[in-house]
């Protein structure tokens, strides 16, 4: 007899089911069990799970952003022993429902490349893969010489955002940033909350604005380490490197240990992000995405 699954909503008492098939999703274990309490508290996402006969067998998280109208897919997980059987597929379809029902009109997702199951089941559901992502990493923080970069200032955000808009590397991303491997549409919006945070480096020169970098320090509050991560960065070489070099350097006086740096995947972005000192990338981040 084929077996019936069933997608709902989680509950509280899905969680040991759920952590259990969880425990060897990776190397090092999974990262469900810090996030499970945070999202079943959330009241612009969900926790769907599977069931086959009342168990949990699969899980996934679907978060809506209304005012973007956009929603974020994360966290899928299938019981190993009940993989190939479409509960994936089944969850994701459900998470989909919940977040055009909740005002969203795309969907998206990130996957590593070298998750070929992950890529197998999104291309099935229709999305498809619209910029690539690189992370590196860097702990040789140090005082660097940079002559045009400075913390960006309110009044720099028209320039900016016509910066942005003739700007290739924002076209690669496809208009994205990210903070902790949840990617986002950056608006007017958001940049203008990035320049009132001290969160935007920008390179001037020649009277214009020539690059850009956000960054933010959610990594800190979520990993209690002392660091943090670039969400976007654009530039030429020279700019980014003069950037990169402000950063560190603002880095090293306020006793930061380690910079995350994330960036567009772009060849001579990721070179130019060697050069002063990030590790070579592991692999690359794809960004998918589905109208609903
Ligand atoms: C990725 C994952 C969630 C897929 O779950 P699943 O429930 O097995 O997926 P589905 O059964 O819905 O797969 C649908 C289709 O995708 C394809 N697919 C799924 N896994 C595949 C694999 N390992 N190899 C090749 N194709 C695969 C198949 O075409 C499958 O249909 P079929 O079985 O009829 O041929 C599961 O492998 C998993 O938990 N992996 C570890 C965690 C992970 O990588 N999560 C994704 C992070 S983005």
Known sequence: ????????????????????????????????????????????????????????????????????????????????????????????????????RNGAVKARLVTSSDNKAARIVLQKLGFTPIAEFVEMKT??????????????????????????????IFQRSAGLYTILFRWYSLTREDLERFLREKKAIVYEGDAQIQGLILIDDSTARMWQENTLQTCYVDGSREAIIDMLSFLLTRCFEAG?????????????????????????????????????
């Open 256 to 292: 930061t240990r380690k910079v995350y740096g994330f960036a567009c995947n772009d060849e001579s972005l990721v070179s130019t992000m060697k050069e002063v000192g990030f590790e070579a990338p592991e692999g690359v981040e794809i960004v998918y995405e589905k109208e609903l």
């Open 139 to 168: 702990e040789k923080i140090r005082r660097l010489d940079s002559l045009k970069s400075r913390w960006g200032r309110a009044e720099d955000l028209n320039a900016l955002w016509k910066f942005l808009q003739e700007s290739n």
């Open 1 to 100: 007899m084929k077996e019936e699954i069933v997608v709902r909503p989680a509950r509280n008492s899905d969680r040991e089911a759920v952590f259990k098939f969880c425990e060897k999703t990776w190397s090092w274990g999974d990262y469900i069990p810090q996030f499970w309490d945070k999202w079943m508290k959330e009241t612009d996402g969900k926790i769907f799970v599977a069931t086959i006969s009342s168990v949990p067998v699969g899980m996934s998280h679907v978060r809506v952003d209304k005012r973007k109208k956009e929603a974020w897919l994360s966290a899928a997980r299938t019981a190993p022993e009940h993989r190939r059987k479409g509960i994936a597929t089944a969850i994701a379809k459900e998470c989909m429902k919940y977040a055009k």
